[in-house]
């Protein structure tokens, strides 16, 4: 089983030392990684791997039963063999970038859950663009001057970004009813890593995240639409401010 070193609050490591467990197929398996492997509506990490004789682009990483597959393209020699001692290397801009867009996901998800008591259905966050679907709701221009207003001045609080595992039993007890899909998570998982923005918000993920709100820059909506009877999609930008 890969090791996921980037939990629980280590997403700003970019460069690491991993050794080979298993490589075959264009893909390559390490003892342990700091590659976020998609999910959580966060696209993978992207970088190179480096060893003796070889270099490969890392395109993709993906969970694998338990395991985590880095997809590559190799540049030079061939596939490193199980044992290789690797250099790895994260694309720390686009790192960067989707933690960035990570956390602005989540406040204003907040921002919608306390002025409109609607929920975050899905999201999907990517280096340049991010959306989010709301139910139930159904917003108006007005509403989303007021959302961007709110999410930036919550923003500019510069709040710390605590990111820690905590018992299952205590999240379940601290949650927002709203701010968290629980039942999407086996139980078998335990603890829960949590998210927690100081005296703002607190919600279980696995994803990249900044240290503090400050980080994200301003949040700009760019696009509203209606996905269906009281769901609504809002997509964003950011801006460093």
Known sequence: MTELRYLPDADDVTTFTA??????????????????????????????????????????????????RHDVDVREGELPEPGTTVQARIDEGRRQQ?????????VVSRVVLEEYG???AGNQVYPDRSRIDFEPTS????????IERRTNEVIEHDRAVV????????????????RALLNLIPDSVDPLRVVEIEDFDMCPCGGTHVSRLGDIGRV?????????EDVDRIAFELEKS
């Open 19 to 68: 050794t080979v467990t298993e490589a075959a197929d264009d893909g390559v398996f390490l003892d342990g990684t700091y590659f976020y492997p998609e999910g959580g509506g966060q696209p993978a990490d992207q970088g190179t791997l480096e060893w003796e004789g070889g270099v490969a682009d890392v395109v993709d990483v993906q969970k694998d039963h338990g395991d985590v």
């Open 118 to 120: 609607a929920s975050t």
């Open 163 to 178: 990111k820690e595992n905590r018992p299952r039993d205590v999240v379940e007890a601290e949650v927002d009813e709203g």
């Open 98 to 106: 989707l933690s960035r867009m990570h956390t602005a996901q989540h």
């Open 220 to 228: 700009s909506i760019v696009d509203h639409t209606s996905k269906g």
């Open 139 to 146: 917003f108006d221009d007005d509403d989303l001057e007021r």
